[in-house]
């Protein structure tokens, strides 16, 4: 699906020495290369204050504790998402409100998500799903009407750009209450382990972020409120000071592959192309059709035959998942979801694809014998 070790050695030099750099400093924890990252990615996205951690979910988890929800505060989110989303929901007490996704764009539906607002709610978190936007100026005017938090879940769309109808364009993360991202390795902006990073513009909430994420304290030893501990490794940031400044370019290469793929399967009766929002960027970190008409797993097993990877993003829906079921939500209750996961099937797209490859790829789906 991804191509990590190419990748590598087209920047092996520059990684290495960043890497032996901090070993030979010996700051694995908090070294300059942390507060350096942060302040490069925050010119980047263009936002006031990037607080590095140890992972997307930590991300999550700390942003909610940040804005003091309380056990019982419900907090609405996609049904068709990764699971760290529900689950730091879950796991502060709260609760996970599921909303539907647009068939379309596999983000939550502006449509219904008023109609999932009580008195209890407190915050919306609207995942960009695949490296697209979701509607955020419908959100974020939702979300002042009824007074409510906005945390985005960026995890896939490190780098989109969205425009208002304003004309105003801003980068994922960096438009809700709180943003959140992860550099899992197979992400956007991947390191060589776990790291995650929060993102807001308000000053008195970054400063919290950051006594949270640190044992809630901002002198050592004296803890003014309950935290985690959830740092970003100094190597981890080393590594990704070197990779930020090829993000743009990573992105146009995935780009490129998705419009290769476009050409070549738009016309195909079985499957549907990815649809592209005139309000954002497309990040592509999932290239994913949906097929039509077809067994979605046939046509999996008939890659796999060819020793093509794809993958199901994601299989069971979050209602049905054995932690998150709930009596509210029998099966049956997001139609769309579940069809999604009947339905949607990701390629292989990465960096360092090569024509060959995608030709071949395409060749083997046009393949593929529908009446089988
Ligand atoms: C990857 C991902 C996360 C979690 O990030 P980790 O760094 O793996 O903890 C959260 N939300 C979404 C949508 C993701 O894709």
């Not at 990252?37 to 992972?55: E, G, Q």
């Not at 195909?268 to 994913?288: G, K, V």
Request: hydrophobic share 40%; aromatic share 8%; glycine share 6%.
């Amino acid at each position: 699906m991804v191509d990590l070790h190419s990748q590598y050695l087209t920047i092996k030099s520059e990684i290495d020495a960043a890497i032996q750099e901090v070993l030979d400093s010996t700051a694995f924890i908090q070294g300059p290369q942390v507060t350096q990252f942060s302040a490069a990615l925050s010119l980047y996205l263009k936002s006031k204050h990037v607080i590095p951690c140890a992972n997307g979910t930590d991300a999550l988890q700390i942003a909610m504790m940040a804005l003091n929800c309380k056990p019982g505060d419900e907090v609405i989110l996609p049904v068709h998402t990764y699971v760290a989303t529900a689950e730091v929901i879950a796991l502060l007490g709260l609760l996970p409100v599921f909303a539907e996704v647009d068939a379309n764009t596999f983000n939550i539906d502006v449509n219904q998500l008023e109609q999932k607002i009580t008195e209890r709610t407190v915050a919306i978190v609207p995942v960009h799903l695949y490296g697209q936007c979701a509607d955020m100026e419908s959100i974020l005017k939702i979300a002042q009407k009824h007074r409510l938090y906005v945390i985005e879940d960026a995890a896939q769309a490190l780098g989109a750009v969205y425009t208002f109808s304003d004309g105003r364009m801003m980068k994922a993360g960096t438009m809700g209450t709180i943003g959140c991202t992860s550099f899992f390795p197979s992400k956007n902006l991947g390191c060589f382990g776990d790291g995650g990073a929060i993102f807001t513009q308000d000053e008195a909430l970054a400063a919290k972020i950051k006594m949270i994420a640190n044992h809630g304290q901002k002198i050592k030893y004296h803890h003014a409120i309950i935290g985690v501990n959830s740092r970003l490794d100094t190597l981890q940031a080393a590594i990704l000071n070197v990779k930020l400044k090829y993000l743009d370019g990573y992105s146009q290469r995935r780009n490129e592959a998705a419009l290769f793929y476009d050409r070549e399967l738009a016309s195909l009766p079985f499957l549907e192309i990815p649809f592209r929002l005139p309000y954002s960027t497309h990040e592509f970190h999932q290239y994913t059709v949906k097929t039509k008409g077809i067994d979605r797993n046939q046509l999996k097993q008939h890659l796999e035959s060819k020793g093509i990877p794809s993958m199901i993003y994601y299989p069971v829906p979050l209602h049905l998942q054995e932690a998150y079921r709930r009596p509210a939500y029998p099966a049956g209750t997001f139609k769309i979801t579940e069809q999604l996961s009947e339905t949607v099937l990701s390629l292989p797209i990465h960096t360092e694809m090569k024509p060959e490859q995608l030709s071949y790829i395409c060749d083997v789906i046009k393949a593929f014998p529908i009446h089988a």
